[in-house]
């Protein structure tokens, strides 16, 4: 306003970059391949990198608020993904038995190494929040020590949880007070686990044989490195789906009498492997779980009948076979699939265990 009267103008809402430009991404592979004494032994090994520049990125905090305009994206930030995959392989005959079995690993990680960012403001806070030249996906958490059993634990706790701790009961989390202050919270957050939406350890095993007309084949399936949040809680865990509650939920600390005050000191109360029903659990060991597995992907066992058997019907070939598909899973987690995201709360369609019962004729 000028003058009392109002004078139309034109402005850039953010300033201009005219040097962006596309980042560049430079990529090495090196690797081996090797197959020895016919076959019995054969070697594939391969090393990967593949660096990013020219990311783009904000100049934060790095002008004064009187400028009065925002500053533009630029090239300013990097990253770096690498990985790592062998593979080994053997197959023979002795007589009229053949085989052949072979694995492979493989190991994967990515990590930011440039990252724009302002200047934080204490040494924890650069620790916590600074992103540059570290690894992505961490977990952040809390160390649970084990759980409260009884109210006098929770009155002579040396830790404060909070409003003195007149808001715990038994069957709540003891948390470790990781940086000494005598309280939880923020501050006691620290590397627990990987975060990732994949696992940074893949694996496998095949394995197939004959014999006189029998074959067999097996393959295995493998993952390592990899953490779900264990679905401890729902917020309303009864009305879920209409009604449904898993199973899980039922183990739980609850009072003795369902009717009593659970602030009451003179409350029993009958122990389970989860907290009550309604208790916050937070983000820490006590719930984040290692989902590493060893899953029997498919098996399979077959008989070829002798041509001989088959001249006189003049069919050409026939096999009869039985297979299974993910017949076996083993793992340290409960209730859910070890490949199925944690915010799902395993409320998924389980993954079908199939069998199947088949005969292959040619004509």
Not at 90 to 103: E, G, L, Q, W
Not at 130 to 143: F, L, P, Q, S, T
Not at 212 to 240: C, H, N, R
Not at 245 to 267: C, G, K, Q, V
């Amino acid at each position: 306003i000028f003058n009392g009267n109002f004078i139309n103008g034109v402005g850039f809402r953010s300033a201009p970059n005219y040097d962006l430009t596309w980042y560049t991404a430079t990529t090495a592979n090196a690797g081996i391949d090797l197959t020895l004494w016919d076959g019995k032994l054969g070697v594939t090994a391969d090393i990967f990198q593949r660096d990013r520049e020219g990311l783009l990125g904000y100049q934060v905090l790095t002008i004064p608020g009187i400028v009065g305009a925002d500053l533009p994206q630029e090239n300013l930030n990097s990253d770096r993904h690498r990985g790592y995959e062998i593979s080994l392989s053997h197959r023979n005959r002795v007589n009229d038995f053949a085989y052949n079995i072979s694995a492979n690993i493989a190991y994967t990680y990515s990590m930011t190494r440039d990252y724009a960012r302002s200047t934080l403001g204490n040494s924890y806070s650069n620790w916590r929040n600074n992103n540059a030249n570290r690894y992505n996906e961490i977990w952040w958490g809390v160390e649970s020590t084990g759980v409260f059993t009884s109210y006098d634990q929770i009155y002579n706790s040396t830790v404060n949880y909070g409003n003195g701790n007149m808001e715990h009961l038994p069957g709540d989390y003891i948390y470790e007070d990781w940086n000494g202050d005598g309280v939880i919270d923020g501050n006691d957050n620290h590397p627990i686990a990987t975060r990732n939406n994949s696992p940074r350890i893949n694996g496998g095993l095949t394995f197939s044989a004959e014999y006189k007309g029998i074959d067999m084949s097996l393959l295995l399936q493998g993952a390592a490195m990899s953490y779900v949040e264990y679905p401890e809680q729902l917020s309303t865990p009864f009305v879920w789906q209409n009604g449904n509650i898993l199973s899980m939920f039922l183990d739980r600390w609850h009072p003795e009498d369902p009717e009593a005050d659970r602030y009451d000191p003179n409350t029993k109360w009958v122990a389970g492997s989860r907290p009550a029903l309604g208790r916050p659990i937070g983000t820490g060991t006590a719930v984040v779980r290692d989902a590493s597995y060893l899953r029997v992907k498919s098996m399979e066992i077959g008989y070829s009948l002798p041509k001989q058997w088959l001249n006189k019907l003049t069919i050409a070939g026939m096999r009869v076979y039985v297979n299974a598909y993910n017949l076996l899973t083993f793992t340290g987690i409960k209730y859910l699939d070890p490949e199925h995201p944690s915010d799902s709360y395993g409320y998924l369609y389980p993954i079908n265990r199939t069998y199947n019962v088949g005969i292959l004729i040619n004509l």
